[in-house]
């Protein structure tokens, strides 16, 4: 066999690309329950929601001499109020590391100067631990969706926590908007306003659209004649102007300002949220379905509570030495931005197979979100 020589040459390996750090996580409905309490429960399995409920009832004259309880009239409504407990649900991300996958070269490693074997472990428990927080928070701020949406948290195999919104705040357009030359959207979202201060006493503020609603609430005529009329404007979508004041984080969070409109008695913001997600069947799913506009008063308060661990006790000093994670440096970048997270609400750990060949790392959340105020939201199918 004949050896030939070959011209060497020299290599230069570029940093690697890692598009972890590139896909944001977008965080607006989980926003939203900032405006309620947020509770850290690390030992109870389950949690009480008391409301009590109001009326808007008149004062009563009455004969003098006289009182109201003699006129026959109940005025004793104090003591009357509706409590509900709720599980704490559980979302957990596992994630296996062996042996094997420790004595393969990782992306950005330099072929002659390999990591140790130890450099190597925490790297890929690192990479799981980024991955987990990053699917958790999507799958919590579709919970938080799903609950400004529809007054429900689905939990799994159907269960579903009920947060008692009116069945009159799931309602439909009286004409859907692509029938854009009959449709009334103006009318249906001064309804949908009428709502929630009738019933939810707050006065409302903001409309969420979906993508497909948004685009046909543009071309209907109701819409047009309003944006053409030149001695009052009642309507105004302009992408050059800034969301009003106390809406940054709305911003940060994802939500993109479209503009403003009155509609009967009231003057909303309007917004669009086009973040998405992808389903375990690779199908790219938004927030907010195409069809859904979602109206709100801001401000109102929604709770988020967060349960404890299901797991027994671990060190965490010796886990924090072994991995050097356990708080929240996994979340995205804009996720930590926001402000609205913090360690104790996730429970990060790790445990080893017993042939000492392969070890999983794990993050818990258990998260529950009740729009306490829950009518103060109203959904329109357009």
């Given at each position: 066999?004949?050896?030939?020589?070959?011209?060497?040459?020299?290599?230069?390996?570029?940093?690697?690309?890692?598009?972890?750090?590139?896909?944001?996580?977008?965080?607006?409905?989980?926003?939203?329950?900032?405006?309620?309490?947020?509770?850290?429960?690390?030992?109870?399995?389950?949690?009480?929601?008391?409301?009590?409920?109001?009326?808007?009832?008149?004062?009563?004259?009455?004969?003098?001499?006289?009182?109201?309880v003699n006129a026959g009239l109940n005025r004793a409504l104090l003591e009357k109020f509706t409590s509900d407990t709720k599980l704490f649900p559980l979302i957990e991300e596992l994630t296996p590391i062996t042996s094997d996958m420790i004595t393969k070269r990782m992306p950005g490693e330099p072929v002659y100067a390999p990591l140790s074997r130890t450099a190597k472990q925490t790297a890929l428990a690192m990479k799981a631990h980024r991955e987990h927080m990053n699917r958790i928070i999507r799958?919590?701020?579709?919970?938080?969706?799903?609950?400004?949406?529809?007054?429900?948290?689905?939990?799994?195999?159907?269960?579903?926590?009920?947060?008692?919104?009116?069945?009159?705040?799931?309602?439909?357009?009286a004409t859907v908007w692509s029938t854009s030359a009959?449709?009334?959207?103006?009318?249906?979202?001064?309804?949908?306003?009428?709502?929630?201060?009738?019933?939810?006493?707050?006065r409302p503020t903001d409309i969420i659209f979906g993508s497909g609603s948004w685009d046909e609430f543009l071309l209907t005529t109701q819409v047009i004649n309003?944006?053409?009329?030149?001695?009052?404007?009642?309507?105004?979508?302009?992408?050059?102007?800034?969301?009003?004041?106390?809406?940054?984080?709305?911003?940060?969070?994802?939500?993109?300002?479209?503009?403003?409109?009155?509609?009967?008695?009231?003057?909303?913001?309007?917004?669009?949220?086009?973040?998405?997600?992808?389903?375990?069947a690779d199908v790219v799913t938004q927030y907010v379905p195409d069809g859904e506009v979602i109206v709100i008063a801001k401000g109102a308060r929604y709770d988020r509570y967060f349960g404890p661990?299901?797991?027994?006790?671990?060190d965490t000093e010796i886990f924090k030495r072994m991995?050097?994670?356990?708080?929240?440096?996994?979340?995205?970048?804009?996720?930590?931005?926001?402000?609205?997270?913090?360690?104790?609400m996730f429970h990060v750990d790790a445990y080893g197979a017993n042939n000492n060949k392969a070890f999983n790392v794990r993050t818990q959340v258990a998260p529950i979100f009740p729009t306490i105020e829950v009518d103060t939201i109203v959904k329109l199918t357009a």
């Open positions: 066999m004949t050896i030939q020589a070959v011209q060497n040459y020299t290599r230069l390996m570029t940093p690697a690309f890692v598009d972890l750090e590139n896909i944001p996580v977008f965080t607006f409905f989980q926003n939203l329950f900032t405006s309620g309490q947020t509770v850290i429960e690390v030992d109870a399995n389950a949690i009480d929601i008391d409301i009590q409920r109001g009326n808007k009832k008149l004062a009563v004259y009455i004969p003098r001499g006289t009182d109201a799958k919590m701020e579709l919970s938080a969706a799903e609950s400004i949406r529809t007054g429900f948290q689905t939990i799994h195999g159907g269960l579903k926590y009920d947060f008692y919104r009116l069945a009159t705040h799931n309602t439909t357009a009959t449709a009334v959207p103006i009318t249906d979202l001064a309804t949908a306003g009428n709502l929630i201060f009738r019933d939810g006493n707050r309003l944006a053409d009329n030149r001695r009052i404007v009642h309507f105004a979508a302009d992408m050059t102007v800034d969301a009003p004041a106390g809406y940054d984080d709305w911003v940060k969070a994802g939500a993109i300002f479209q503009g403003q409109v009155k509609a009967g008695d009231w003057k909303f913001n309007m917004w669009t949220y086009p973040a998405v997600y992808d389903t375990d661990a299901d797991r027994l006790e671990v991995f050097g994670i356990g708080d929240i440096e996994g979340m995205s970048p804009n996720v930590v931005q926001s402000g609205i997270f913090s360690s104790n």
